[in-house]
């Protein structure tokens, strides 16, 4: 079974550095390599050049050269020296970059570092791995401590993310030796009336159930995970199951919804990112 390479997308905090640590682990049971990546931040010049203005590549060559530095002081600890000397630095915003470099090394997974942001950050623009989920046409690992996973959660519904999530998420229980569990939740009828409802709630949970296991579980039951059904909405559902558990990884798929489409439905992959202490992987396509 071949893994494709890893990118570890790294800045100067403690979270980047417990991820690349990770990485390193992860890349090593998967015999695979990892390269670290850096988005530095461009350099502001003036709109009129004038004889005080700064000469723009100098100014840019510094600014990259002290983010390596930065960079490279923060993780020595954490990496080996010769992954770090090999830290791609490069000017742009964080998405883009990686992106670049995830097409030029034909990489199979993005890893980034957990962090928790308070309610005002988070309206005022989110997280760099909230940027990333919606912009990077990659699965994405947000890691929240080392690769010591022992309990794997797949979270599926019916549409067509499942069987690619729940297959890597078999890949990493297998290469880790973790027990896999597989959550599907029943998620409420969305339109309600007040008195008698127009249509049996009850009918149609037990219809989603069965439509579950025969389109995807019945493709999937070998017999090396466990399935669990339960009430609710998705979030909420995972976040139970983690807690009850005691998950150390979460897989999750992403839908690809855009626009108004995220707006009113939202996002299952990023509620699940932002609400859990645990890692999350959020799987696009075949993983």
Do not use: C, N
Request: hydrophobic share 50%; glycine share 8%.
């Amino acid at each position: 079974m071949t893994w494709q390479p890893l990118i570890v997308g790294v800045d100067a905090s403690d979270e980047a550095a417990a991820a690349a640590q990770g990485a390193v682990d992860l890349a090593r049971m998967m015999d695979t390599t990892v390269h670290l990546v850096h988005a530095a931040r461009p350099a502001w010049t003036p709109t009129h050049s004038t004889p005080a203005a700064p000469d723009e590549a100098a100014l840019a060559a510094e600014l990259t050269r002290l983010a390596r530095q930065q960079v490279e002081r923060h993780l020595k600890s954490s990496v080996p020296t010769d992954l770090l000397e090999r830290l791609e630095v490069r000017t742009g915003r964080a998405a883009e970059v990686l992106q670049t470099v995830a097409r030029e090394r034909d990489a199979g997974l993005l890893v980034l570092g957990g962090k928790r942001h308070h309610l005002v950050a988070r309206w005022l623009g989110g997280s760099t791995a909230k940027r990333v989920l919606r912009e990077v046409d990659l699965s994405v690992l947000v890691a929240a401590g080392p690769v010591a996973w022992t309990r794997i959660l797949a979270a599926a519904d019916s549409s067509a993310a499942a069987l690619p999530t729940i297959r890597m998420a078999g890949r990493l229980a297998e290469l880790t030796g973790a027990k896999l569990r597989v959550v599907h939740a029943i998620e409420p009828f969305p339109y309600t009336m007040e008195g008698t409802p127009a249509v049996d709630l009850g009918l149609l949970a037990s219809q989603e159930e069965e439509a579950f296991r025969h389109t995807v579980w019945s493709k999937m039951a070998d017999g090396t995970a466990e399935l669990v059904l339960r009430p609710g909405g998705a979030v909420a559902v995972i976040e139970e199951e983690v807690a009850e558990w005691q998950a150390d990884l979460v897989v999750v798929g992403a839908h690809g919804r855009r626009g108004m489409e995220r707006l009113l439905l939202g996002s299952v992959s990023e509620g699940v990112v932002h609400a859990l202490p645990t890692s999350v992987l959020v799987v696009r396509g075949e993983g």
